[in-house]
T-cell receptor
Framework: GENVEQHPSTLSVQEGDSAVIKCTYSDSASNYFPWYKQELGKRPQLIIDIRSNVGEKKDQRIAVTLNKTAKHFSLHITETQPEDSAVYFCAASEGGTASKLTFGTGTRLQVTL | DAGVIQSPRHEVTEMGQEVTLRCKPISGHNSLFWYRQTMMRGLELLIYFNNNVPIDDSGMPEDRFSAKMPNASFSTLKIQPSEPRDSAVYFC???????????FGSGTRLTVV
């Protein structure tokens, strides 16, 4: 089955700096890669996703890049703000008719003032 | 739409008791997932359904866990008998099918004493 590795496990940046979280996946058939943000005590929420037919997608301060050859994808947050502090999870789908997502282990992002 | 609705939000029970967690997916979504989240193990997929049919239950820890989806708008996860190591946050999520992001419910925080 699919295996998703996520790094780093914790990340501390100063407000205004950029943050990058990286994930690798094992199944070359995977074709859908969402990112979730989970604030303390709350549910994971989808913040951005990318499909295998594109290499990059942006939404305001958030961007995701995908390298299918290397089987890795990354989340980029620019101009970080304190409200960006949360745990971020990457995920990958197994493709085909399956709809199961395999999640990474999460990155705890702390944005300091 | 009210989103994915889970009940109860919190459950405290004694070891050996039966626990039933409930989930109402978003109307029109045809896939439903049960996840367990702990600090040690992160987000673990327990079981998922497509069109009310269980597809993969390989994540169910043992026979003490069972899940049902009698119709498109309701699912239950039952633990009988419960043990302290079952203490976790249990999330239900639904999606519109293959390669679409999940919408998570608010979760049930289970404490077994």
């Amino acid at each position: 089955g699919e295996n998703v590795e996520q790094h780093p496990s914790t990340l501390s940046v100063q407000e205004g700096d950029s943050a990058v979280i990286k994930c690798t996946y094992s199944d070359s058939a995977s074709n859908y890669f969402p990112w979730y943000k989970q604030e303390l005590g709350k549910r994971p929420q989808l913040i951005i996703d990318i499909r295998s037919n594109v290499g990059e997608k942006k939404d305001q301060r958030i961007a995701v890049t995908l390298n299918k050859t290397a089987k890795h994808f990354s989340l980029h947050i620019t101009e970080t703000q304190p409200e960006d502090s949360a745990v971020y999870f990457c995920a990958a789908s197994e493709g085909g008719t399956a709809s199961k997502l395999t999640f990474g282990t999460g990155t705890r992002l702390q944005v300091t003032l | 739409d009210a989103g994915v609705i889970q009940s109860p939000r919190h459950e405290v029970t004694e070891m050996g008791q039966e626990v039933t967690l409930r989930c109402k997916p978003i109307s029109g979504h045809n896939s439903l997932f049960w996840y367990r989240q702990t600090m040690m193990r992160g987000l673990e997929l327990l079981i998922y359904f497509n069109n009310n049919v269980p597809i993969d239950d390989s994540g169910m820890p043992e026979d003490r866990f069972s899940a049902k989806m009698p119709n498109a708008s309701f699912s239950t996860l039952k633990i009988q008998p419960s043990e302290p190591r079952d203490s976790a946050v249990y999330f239900c999520a639904s999606s519109f099918g293959s390669n679409y992001g999940y919408t998570f419910g608010s979760g049930t925080r289970l404490t077994v004493v």
